[in-house]
């Protein structure tokens, strides 16, 4: 379930615990190497400001661009 360590890890940063935000998108990016912010916003059903907080959070967390 890779959308659960997505929406930790950007849950995280917006509580601004920073650092198990990274350690989550370590986690992700174990079970997903190829995953980038770009490659998450092209498969999101999100829109509008949540979508703009979700990929800046996940960005903020580590994940690459």
Do not use: F, N, Q, W
């Amino acid at each position: 379930y890779l959308i659960a360590h997505r929406l930790l890890a950007a849950s995280l940063v917006a509580l601004g615990e920073r650092e198990a935000a990274r350690e989550a998108v370590h986690a992700l990016l174990a079970l997903a190497p190829g995953d980038t912010v770009a490659s998450v916003a092209a498969k999101s059903a999100l829109r509008g400001e949540a979508r703009k907080r979700y990929l800046a959070g996940l960005s903020e967390a580590g994940l690459p661009d």
